[in-house]
Structure formats: structure tokens, C-alpha cells
Nanobody
């Protein structure tokens, strides 16, 4: 069992930056690939980024490439999402997730555990 708690969301102006953190419970954090997803009202949950168990492989949705960076610290049981050059269309609830399927999985069904989400709002 893994419990995930996100933090770091908030309100920021377009062009600004935020860093999301996701702290995981348990001693098996390094056994899981970690991902970030987002979901705006009335839309499906969208893949944002994923990082492999050791941190050496990453994957991003095209819309955030060059702006967002996913990383993890297995000693701290934490995964991060550094978000730069934020746009109003990045406004959403952001969720972190832990999964055992694949190296950098991109489908919600590949993930076994989810956090409660943190709101990110980007004003124009």
C-alpha cells in the first residue's frame, strides 16, 4: 500500500513557475514508476509526465515539453514536477500516481495508487 500526498499548487500569473511535490509513504517507493496527471472540470484525466523507478527515464506530453521537468528523490520518497513558463491552459487539478506497469507509463490504468490532487491556477 502506498499513500501519496501532493503539495505546491496555487495561483500564479502566466509565465510564472511552480514546483509540485508528491510525498509517498512506505518503504517501496523505488519500486514504482511515478507519474503526474491533470484534470480540468468536464475533461478526462490527462497524462503530463512520468519518471522511471531509478529516475533515469522520463516522458512528457507534447504540450509541456521544454517547460515542465519531472524528477524524483528515492531517499526522500518524493517526486517533483517543476513547471515553468506556465500558461492559462495549464490550469487544472494535478495528481501524482504510482504504478508498476512499464518504465514510464502514460495511461491512468497503468497506475495503482493516486494522490488527492492539488489545484494549479494560471491567470492571464
Amino acid at each position: 500500500q502506498v499513500q501519496l500526498v501532493e503539495s505546491g499548487g496555487g495561483l500564479v500569473q502566466a509565465g510564472g513557475s511552480l514546483r509540485l511535490s508528491c510525498a509517498a509513504s512506505g518503504r517501496t517507493f523505488s519500486s514504482y514508476a511515478m507519474g503526474w496527471f491533470r484534470q480540468a472540470p468536464g475533461t478526462e484525466r490527462e497524462f503530463v509526465a512520468a519518471v522511471s523507478r531509478g529516475g533515469g527515464n522520463t516522458r512528457y506530453v507534447d504540450s509541456v515539453k521544454g517547460r515542465f521537468t519531472i524528477s524524483r528523490d528515492n531517499a526522500k520518497n518524493t517526486v517533483y514536477l517543476q513547471m515553468n513558463s506556465l500558461k492559462p491552459e495549464d490550469t487544472s487539478v494535478y495528481y501524482c500516481a504510482a504504478g508498476t506497469s512499464g518504465v514510464t507509463p502514460a495511461r491512468p490504468s497503468d497506475y495503482d495508487y493516486w494522490g488527492q490532487g492539488t489545484q494549479v491556477t494560471v491567470s492571464s
